[in-house]
């Protein structure tokens, strides 16, 4: 399993997240997002960073990711804590489109990050039902 510690590409990504410029911000995303599955556990990490800039970035990632992060983020889920609803908060905003049959490569753009930003927002931690994110991961 990559680690944050053990690969600096995805290290030196991850704290681009909080990078003042926000194209910056925007490339480190959508970099770690080309990086695929190598970047998921290292994203997951990322989401217990103090910095929220850097939490939600890398929710969006992990969303953008999606059926590629899902078995990964279930596991963190399921082993509880802070991390663990984090990872809950990440899958309940996965469109289902997303979940069902990933993210076409090149699809990027505002309306895009804007519809993940909308379910990341409306979905805060301490609000999601295990059971919903339970049906998330494991699509039907």
């Given at each position: 399993?990559?680690?944050?510690?053990?690969?600096?590409?995805?290290?030196?990504?991850?704290?681009?997240?909080?990078?003042?410029?926000?194209?910056l911000r925007q490339f480190a995303v959508r970099r770690l997002v080309n990086l695929g599955a190598a970047a998921v556990p290292g994203l997951i990490q990322?989401?217990?960073?103090?910095l929220e800039q850097v939490r939600k970035n890398a929710a969006i990632a992990l969303v953008?990711?999606?059926?590629?992060?899902?078995?990964?983020?279930?596991?963190?889920?399921?082993?509880?804590?802070?991390q663990g609803r984090r990872a809950e908060w990440v899958l309940s905003a996965m469109p289902a489109e997303a979940r069902a049959s990933g993210v076409r490569r090149g699809l990027w753009c505002d309306s895009w990050l804007t519809q993940?930003?909308?379910?990341?927002?409306?979905?805060?931690?301490s609000t999601v039902r295990l059971s919903h994110c339970v049906a998330l991961a494991n699509p039907a």
């Open positions: 399993m990559h680690s944050i510690h053990n690969d600096p590409t995805i290290a030196s990504l991850i704290s681009a997240l909080n990078n003042r410029c926000e194209e990322a989401l217990n960073s103090p953008t990711l999606g059926p590629i992060a899902t078995s990964e983020l279930t596991a963190a889920m399921n082993e509880g804590g802070e993940i930003r909308r379910r990341l927002d409306s979905n805060s931690p």
